[in-house]
């Protein structure tokens, strides 16, 4: 039988485990990157393992998320950033350089390659036909100890693509089909593979656009084949000699095969609050935009921004709209910028914004109140643009840039003036914002300001716990609900102070409530429906309840960074046996766990509730490693022992 991409590349890297659809597995990583948000924890976490340098092929650290800098925090992670990375090894991408997946595409990411990321759009690599995951920060500080990294043997979902995109259908409206397909749960453990006659008319960037929100299906990497336009776009960046050809054997099996006829996609969009919604832009055309906003890992290669500059070409933006525009990189920057691209944007009254992550994070550019935001990045949950009322839709770059002219939500399909964009033979390369590691790390000193707090640390798991239903929440609680970024973003590096807003949008009430029973030597427990944690790979959604005294998660599914999250800090990710006893425990209700170290090891759970007077079967949703780190109370502690 044939091999599928993903099986290829999985069998050149298998360390542990037999490559066999749902068993566990342990690969060998090549590459990691980290971004700032998430990586002051990582390499705090990789320092705490007392090894001199990181083993793994290469590691890179950008800054990208939190570049606003009001206040000195941001400024003192980016030094910690940058000194720590000259000690360990480190590949340090600067301010201002780009965004983590943006540039990783451009400068290092390579076929046949694995990579993870603390990211969750770590996927993006996969439009270079590389297997890259989103991870917790203390994943990737293991994999840059050398350590192979674990996953599920996944199912292969191939998606096979046929026809040709019409002209003002883009990448984007792929990935928002396969969303429409798919939906944002119960992906867990499975891949998407694309194949088809289709794929080889789409670019090395638009394959990153669609790989990139794969993540928001909740599946554990997207791949697409390495082949010549892989070669062009390796070429194009004077890297062709990391070139090698990937594709699935004819004879590959995949698990399911979903098809997608590009000739009959229409432009889409998805609606508040989730990136699983999706409409065609035509049943919502005419519809009032406030804002616009074009960017993000997902649409800010130098190929969409060409083709808004075309759409903005010798047009004003509608007297009602604000228009944004961050480019992805410094390439993309230097390129719009020196064929004329960035006059026109100025010109038609877009506002110039930092090549950062920035407003798809909510650190900037908050829409106003009730008002309607129309985005080209990945994710539009509910307060995550800063503005709780706003109403954020998900588009594509042509879609916004049109909308934005018309002050009116216009659909691009036939109304765009190109047909195809031609890509550059030689993109703009320029390595001068990359600090590269010196080859000794003697004498260099790793600055600590008052913001950089210590590794997290916990506590064995206890054989008995008592304790408060402390938040029962509903279905598709993300790691945004749990853990807010934004403002809140600077206090990524300090666990105590970044601890006073979780769930901050939900119930604010709940770090006092929780740090009152934790003080009490009580157990916090949160009750939760399905797909509870999907979103970001941010570990600080489990770092941070895991410091307030949360013990244990019982929900009806839990996603998968997530869950690994919880187990990697000792907090008990525990699934209801039958679904409809979510509906017997309320909020405040007294729960008990007995015999813990006994249940953990066995994997089933009784629930006694004290209140109710009920007991309720759960199962611990672990594999044998996790289980090990739950009992010694997190990844670090079984690393110690
Ligand atoms: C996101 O898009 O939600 C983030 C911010 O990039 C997160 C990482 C983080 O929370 O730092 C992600 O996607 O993993
Ligand atoms: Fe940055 Fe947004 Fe991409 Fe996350 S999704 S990495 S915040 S641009």
Avoid: W
């Avoid at 393992?49 to 800098?69: F, K, P």
């Avoid at 004819?250 to 990136?275: F, G, K, M, R």
């Avoid at 004003?316 to 992805?328: D, E, F, N, Y």
């Avoid at 950089?452 to 945004?480: R, Y």
């Amino acid at each position: 039988m044939g091999l599928t991409i993903c099986y290829k590349i999985l069998k050149e890297h298998l360390v542990e485990g037999r490559l066999v659809k749902g068993e566990p597995i342990s690969i060998r990583i090549d590459q990691t990157l980290t971004q700032d948000a998430t990586g002051t924890m990582a390499y705090l976490e990789f320092e705490s393992m007392n090894i001199d340098r990181v083993r793994n092929e290469l590691a890179v650290s950008y800054v990208d998320h939190n570049t606003v800098q009001v206040g000195f925090e941001n400024f003192d992670d980016h030094e910690y950033l940058r000194t720590v990375a000259a000690k360990k090894g480190v590949v340090f991408s600067r301010a201002g350089n780009g965004i983590c997946h943006q540039v990783q595409l451009e400068r290092f990411a390579l076929p046949g390659k694995t990579l993870i990321g603390s990211d969750s759009h770590t996927p993006t690599q996969g439009g270079l036909g590389e297997i890259a995951i989103g991870a917790g920060g203390l994943d990737v500080a293991l994999a840059m100890a050398g350590l192979p990294f674990s996953i599920i043997c996944p199912k292969v979902i191939g998606i096979r693509l046929t026809g040709k995109l019409r002209a003002g259908v883009s990448a984007k409206d792929v990935i928002l089909k396969v969303l429409e397909k798919f939906g944002v749960k119960g992906n867990v453990n499975s891949v998407f593979e694309y194949f088809g006659p289709a794929v080889s008319s789409l670019s090395v960037p638009e394959r990153a656009t669609i790989c990139n929100m794969g993540a928001e299906c909740g599946v554990t990497f997207s791949i697409f084949p390495s082949d010549e336009r892989t070669y062009e776009f390796l070429k194009a960046h004077g890297r062709e000699d990391g070139y090698r050809e990937i594709r699935a054997d004819e004879d590959a099996l995949y698990d399911d095969v979903y098809e997608i006829n590009l000739s009959e996609l229409e432009p889409l969009i998805a609606t508040p609050h989730s990136p699983g919604n999706i409409s065609s832009v035509r049943e919502l055309e005419g519809m009032k935009v406030n804002q616009v906003l074009i960017g993000s890992c997902t649409n800010s290669s130098y190929m969409d921004l060409k083709k808004v500059a075309k759409i903005l070409e010798g047009k004003t933006i509608a007297p009602g709209v604000s228009l944004g525009i961050a480019p992805g990189s410094r390439e993309v920057f230097e390129m719009i910028s020196e064929d004329g691209s960035l006059t026109t944007f100025i010109k038609a009254g877009a506002r110039i914004l930092e090549s950062a992550c920035g407003f798809c994070i909510g650190n900037h550019q908050s829409p106003g109140t009730d008002s309607i935001s129309l985005r080209t990045n990945n994710r539009n949950f509910e307060g995550r643009s800063g503005t709780k009322s706003a109403k954020v839709y998900l588009v594509s770059p042509e879609t916004a840039a049109l909308s934005a002219i018309s002050g009116k939500l216009v659909s691009p399909l036939g109304r765009v003036p190109f047909d195809e964009i031609v890509l550059p033979e030689h993109y703009y390369c320029d390595d001068s914002m990359l600090i590269f590691p010196p080859k000794s790390s003697e004498g260099v000193e790793i600055l600590r300001g008052p913001n950089i707090g210590a590794p997290p640390a916990s506590m064995p798991m206890a054989n008995e716990l008592k304790g408060t239903a402390t938040l029962k929440v509903g279905d598709k609680i993300t790691t945004d609900h749990i853990m807010p970024a934004g403002a809140r973003l600077k206090y990524r590096s300090n666990i105590p102070a970044y601890s006073e807003f979780v769930f901050e949008g939900v119930d604010p009430t709940f770090p006092s409530r929780a740090k009152a029973l934790r003080d009490e030597k009580r157990a916090v427990f949160v009750i939760a429906g399905s797909s509870y944690g999907q979103g970001s790979s941010r570990e600080h959604a489990a770092i941070c309840p895991q410091y307030l005294g949360l013990r244990a998660v019982i929900a009806k599914s839990i996603e998968r960074i997530h869950q690994a999250n919880l187990c990697n800090f000792g907090i008990l990710p525990l699934l209801f046996d039958s679904e409809g006893d979510y509906d017997l425990i309320e909020q405040g209700d007294e729960l008990e766990l007995h015999d813990v170290i006994d249940s953990i090891e066995r994997g089933v759970f009784t629930l006694f509730d004290k209140t109710k007077n009920k007991e309720i079967k759960l199962n611990l949703f672990a594999s044998e490693e996790q289980k090990k780190m739950l009992i010694k109370g997190g990844k670090l502690n079984l690393l110690k022992d």
